[in-house]
């Protein structure tokens, strides 16, 4: 009945839309940019830009606000990532945030019927991610997998290619925990992206790398199935439907530029594409509010999932098996504090991750014996929000453009060092705090967005970037000694002109910061990340303590250790739970 509801819905959207007649292809949005506003809850207007292609909205942008900051900045984080990625106005309203949500909806409804859209079908358009049905005490597939993130539901799609009937169940009202959020940064070795850059590379670098770059406690097997299953992975994806840019750059703590970056905005791309692939097939499906509470394990083997709803509490029956997709645990500051060795203090400090990201997977495994490694590696960013700990407002883009500079405006890192490292040192100065400096050369046009879909316009506007057309300007303006930043700034040049090491080991160089007007943004450490967790073997079967696989258990994604050792690659995340997700779904599928 719902395929027939949602069959109905596509064809009322085909024959309802304005330019679109039989025998045309069919097209949602006149393709463009469109700007959208609504009033705000205070009085003022919310207005933002959306960007349609001829089915899909692409991109929105806020304009400007005047919203309560604080109060409103989950909605902006959220709504519009949420409308995009759902491709649906029927998105949930951020708690405590209902104006600035609504407003945020009203004006992309605007935008919308500005670019010749339905607003109507689009607030009726259901994704298969569902609430759960009143009264249902069973539900049975040949694969339960908990969490649909980017882990999940690539093992979800893997499981369903291999001819598995699949159901995912995530405790969020919505899909995408971590993932939706990302920067969105994917390592891959990638010839035919780098060497057009004059980029060498070679899966045997990103191999040293990783495994040095943990402090060799990362698993090699793991780490050599990582690195060459990459690229095939982007591969995967763009058969999926995934568009991914031709560029390849280095992201913080990434070492290399080998980082890759999807069209969409944020982590969108991949909820997106493995969403729609979810919509478009039978016998897989993805149940949101519906929280994983136990692992059933029968005769030695595990064979379901209870899971409470707000209704009912659910028991999943898994046919071939059930796979652990649950993210880490940098929300939850208990386990935290439990296992931090690294670290003096994290009990105070500030997390980029979302809320549902509190180890529940690892007490839901370990209660079936799995065996669990590494928790006490813990990763911080030197590159949070000074009020929230988000990535939001960070002003970088490439790692080689920019320098960091402290209280006193000296540099006291190399910038391109591994990110425990960058962490540590800036641990270690006035504050735990420091400014970003850039210019022209990482924002040609302050229409230049960063890694978080944020342009330079918009930072500036919202106080996360400060401006000046001269260093001294800047130094004045971010209350540092002007000559120190001078210094900074000039010593940085001559190694740019070098290519030569500097004092502080700094290898990765591109540009000199010369060209006016400069940038600075203020940062300070936050819980970005746990490399910890279950662990499993290169076919993403779960171990016990003993070493002997638990029959009918996978895990992949954050939930997973023995893969980054004591310190994540930037831009590593995102292969590894592609990968590891991809061979989760694939094992459980073709398990006996
Ligand atoms: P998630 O995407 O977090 O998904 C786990 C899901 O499981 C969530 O939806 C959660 O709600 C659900 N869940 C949890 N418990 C339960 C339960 N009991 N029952 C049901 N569901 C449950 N990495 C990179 O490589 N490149 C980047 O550019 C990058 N940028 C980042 C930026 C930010 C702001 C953050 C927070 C992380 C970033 N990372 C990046 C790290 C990377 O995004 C994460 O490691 C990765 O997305 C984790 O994917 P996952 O599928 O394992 O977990």
Same mark, same amino acid.
Request: proline content about 4%; glycine content about 10%.
């Given at each position: 009945?719902?395929?027939?509801?949602?069959?109905?819905?596509?064809?009322?959207?085909?024959?309802?839309?304005?330019?679109? $007649?039989?025998?045309?292809?069919? #097209?949602?949005?006149?393709?463009?940019?469109?700007?959208? #506003? /609504?009033?705000?809850?205070?009085?003022?207007?919310?207005?933002?830009?959306?960007?349609?292609?001829?089915?899909?909205?692409?991109?929105?942008?806020?304009?400007?606000?005047?919203?309560?900051?604080?109060?409103?900045?989950?909605?902006?984080?959220?709504?519009?990532?949420?409308?995009?990625?759902?491709?649906?106005?029927?998105? +949930?309203?951020?708690? %405590?945030?209902?104006?600035?949500?609504?407003?945020?909806?009203?004006?992309?409804?605007?935008?919308?019927?500005?670019?010749?859209?339905?607003v109507s079908a689009l607030m009726a358009k259901q994704?298969?991610?569902?609430?759960?049905?009143?009264?249902?005490?069973?539900?049975?597939?040949?694969?339960?997998?908990?969490?649909?993130?980017?882990?999940?539901?690539?093992?979800?799609?893997?499981?369903?290619?291999?001819?598995?009937?699949?159901?995912?169940?995530?405790?969020?009202?919505?899909?995408?925990?971590? =993932?939706?959020?990302?920067?969105?940064?994917?390592?891959?070795?990638?010839?035919?992206?780098?060497?057009?850059?004059?980029?060498? +590379?070679?899966?045997?670098?990103?191999?040293?790398?990783?495994?040095?770059?943990?402090?060799?406690?990362?698993?090699?097997?793991?780490i050599r199935v990582l690195v060459d299953n990459a690229?095939?992975?982007?591969?995967?994806?763009?058969?999926?439907?995934?568009?991914?840019?031709?560029? =390849?750059?280095?992201?913080?703590?990434?070492?290399?530029?080998?980082?890759?970056?999807?069209?969409?905005?944020?982590?969108?791309?991949?909820?997106?594409?493995?969403?729609?692939?979810?919509?478009?097939?039978?016998?897989?499906?993805?149940?949101? +509010?519906?929280?994983?509470?136990?692992?059933?394990?029968?005769?030695?083997?595990?064979?379901?999932?209870?899971?409470? =709803?707000?209704?009912?509490?659910?028991?999943?029956?898994?046919? @071939?098996?059930?796979?652990?997709?649950?993210?880490?645990?940098? #929300?939850?500051?208990?386990?935290?504090?439990?296992?931090?060795?690294?670290?003096?203090?994290?009990t105070r400090m500030k997390t980029t991750n979302h809320?549902?990201?509190?180890? &529940?997977?690892?007490?839901?495994?370990?209660?079936?014996? /799995?065996?669990?490694? %590494?928790?006490?590696?813990?990763?911080?960013?030197?590159?949070?929000?000074? *009020?929230?700990?988000?990535?939001?407002?960070?002003?970088?883009?490439?790692?080689?453009?920019?320098?960091?500079?402290?209280?006193?405006?000296?540099?006291?890192?190399?910038?391109?060092?591994?990110? &425990?490292?960058?962490?540590? /040192?800036?641990?270690?100065?006035?504050?735990?705090?420091?400014?970003?400096?850039?210019?022209?050369?990482?924002?040609?046009?302050?229409?230049?967005?960063?890694?978080?879909?944020?342009?330079?316009?918009?930072?500036?506007?919202?106080?996360?970037?400060?401006?000046?057309?001269?260093?001294?300007?800047?130094?004045?303006?971010?209350?540092?000694?002007?000559?120190?930043?001078?210094?900074?700034? +000039?010593?940085?040049?001559? #190694?740019?002109?070098?290519? @030569?090491?500097?004092?502080?080991?700094?290898?990765?160089?591109?540009?000199?910061?010369?060209?006016?007007?400069?940038?600075?943004?203020?940062?300070?450490?936050?819980?970005?990340?746990?490399?910890?967790?279950?662990?499993?073997?290169?076919?993403?079967?779960?171990?016990?303590?003993?070493?002997?696989?638990?029959?009918?258990?996978?895990?992949?994604? *954050?939930?997973?250790?023995?893969?980054?050792?004591?310190?994540?690659?930037?831009?590593?995340?995102?292969?590894?739970? =592609?990968?590891?997700?991809?061979?989760?779904?694939?094992?459980?599928?073709? $398990?006996?």
């Amino acid at each position: 009945m719902r395929k027939f509801i949602i069959v109905l819905i596509v064809l009322f959207v085909i024959w309802g839309i304005p330019g679109c $007649t039989k025998g045309e292809e069919k #097209s949602l949005f006149n393709a463009g940019i469109y700007e959208g #506003s /609504a009033a705000g809850g205070y009085e003022d207007e919310v207005r933002l830009e959306v960007t349609f292609s001829k089915n899909k909205i692409r991109d929105i942008r806020i304009i400007k606000h005047k919203e309560t900051k604080g109060v409103s900045d989950a909605a902006f984080a959220r709504i519009p990532n949420a409308i995009i990625e759902k491709q649906s106005l029927d998105v +949930d309203i951020v708690t %405590g945030a209902t104006y600035s949500s609504n407003a945020i909806i009203d004006a992309v409804k605007d935008a919308v019927e500005k670019a010749g859209g339905d607003v109507s079908a689009l607030m009726a358009k259901q994704e298969s991610a569902k609430p759960i049905e009143k009264g249902l005490k069973s539900m049975e597939a040949d694969v339960i997998v908990i969490g649909a993130g980017g882990a999940g539901l690539a093992a979800a799609v893997s499981a369903h290619q291999n001819g598995a009937s699949v159901i995912v169940i995530e405790k969020m009202p919505i899909v995408g925990g971590n =993932t939706i959020i990302c920067g969105a940064s994917y390592n891959a070795v990638d010839p035919s992206r780098q060497k057009p850059l004059g980029i060498e +590379d070679s899966t045997d670098k990103h191999f040293k790398q990783t495994y040095e770059g943990g402090d060799k406690l990362g698993k090699p097997e793991m780490i050599r199935v990582l690195v060459d299953n990459a690229y095939p992975a982007i591969q995967w994806l763009e058969g999926l439907g995934m568009e991914f840019r031709d560029i =390849t750059f280095t992201v913080l703590g990434g070492l290399w530029p080998r980082a890759h970056k999807p069209v969409m905005p944020l982590g969108t791309g991949f909820i997106t594409t493995y969403m729609d692939y979810i919509n478009s097939h039978d016998d897989i499906e993805v149940l949101v +509010d519906t929280k994983a509470v136990k692992i059933i394990k029968e005769n030695g083997r595990v064979t379901g999932v209870v899971a409470d =709803t707000p209704e009912n509490k659910i028991t999943f029956k898994a046919n @071939k098996g059930v796979v652990i997709a649950t993210g880490g645990f940098s #929300s939850n500051i208990a386990m935290r504090d439990k296992y931090n060795k690294m670290w003096p203090e994290l009990t105070r400090m500030k997390t980029t991750n979302h809320a549902g990201a509190m180890g &529940d997977g690892l007490i839901l495994a370990e209660a079936v014996g /799995a065996n669990l490694i %590494g928790l006490e590696h813990i990763q911080l960013l030197p590159m949070g929000d000074p *009020e929230t700990g988000s990535l939001l407002g960070n002003i970088e883009q490439n790692v080689e453009n920019r320098i960091f500079v402290n209280k006193n405006g000296n540099r006291f890192v190399d910038e391109g060092a591994r990110r &425990d490292v960058m962490t540590l /040192a800036l641990l270690n100065q006035e504050d735990s705090y420091m400014y970003i400096i850039l210019d022209t050369h990482s924002y040609p046009s302050e229409d230049v967005k960063n890694n978080f879909n944020e342009s330079m316009t918009e930072l500036l506007s919202k106080g996360k970037a400060v401006k000046a057309s001269s260093l001294e300007e800047l130094a004045a303006k971010i209350n540092v000694d002007p000559e120190n930043l001078k210094n900074a700034v +000039d010593s940085f040049n001559k #190694s740019v002109d070098s290519g @030569k090491p500097d004092l502080f080991g700094r290898t990765l160089y591109q540009d000199r910061i010369d060209k006016p007007p400069y940038y600075a943004g203020a940062r300070k450490p936050t819980v970005h990340h746990t490399m910890g967790g279950i662990e499993i073997n290169t076919e993403a079967q779960v171990l016990d303590k003993n070493g002997n696989i638990i029959p009918g258990l996978y895990a992949a994604g *954050e939930v997973t250790g023995g893969i980054h050792g004591t310190n994540r690659l930037g831009g590593n995340a995102l292969p590894d739970i =592609t990968v590891f997700g991809r061979i989760a779904g694939k094992s459980a599928a073709l $398990t006996r």
